[in-house]
């Protein structure tokens, strides 16, 4: 029942920027925190960001502080991340993912099905 459409990947040349979208459904989403989560080629899965349910606090790796912005617009059960300044070690597979939290953390839930995001020139 939980969906999370993602949308927003492409191509695009170091130092441009992108949009990722992921549209939530079969939940209440703005009692979830969210994050997105992504996968470079060969490479294990790298968390990126965290955005708390009310939106109001976030958090980045700190590859990507500074450049990336996660957001979340609760009336329309829509997570963002606003990528600038996009690097070539930004290329990766980039996940949606639904949280659950459990001893002061969080775990993950329910993921997207993914987008390519790809950085070259």
């Known amino acids: 029942e939980v969906q999370l459409v993602q949308s927003g990947g492409g191509l695009v040349q170091p130092g441009g920027s992108l949009r990722l979208s992921c549209a939530a459904s079969?939940?209440?989403?703005?009692?979830?925190?969210m994050s997105w989560v992504r996968q470079a080629p060969g490479k294990g899965l790298e968390w990126v960001s965290g955005v708390l349910s009310e939106g109001g606090t976030t958090n980045y790796a700190a590859s990507v502080k500074d450049r990336f912005t996660i957001s979340r617009d609760n009336a329309k059960n829509t997570l963002y991340l606003q990528m600038n300044s996009l690097k070539l070690e930004d290329t990766a597979v980039y996940y949606c993912?639904?949280?659950?939290?459990?001893?002061?953390?969080?775990?993950?839930?329910?993921w997207g099905q993914g987008t390519q995001v790809t950085v070259s020139s």
């Open positions: 079969g939940f209440t989403f703005s009692s979830f925190a």
């Open positions: 993912v639904k949280l659950s939290a459990a001893g002061g953390s969080y775990y993950p839930g329910s």
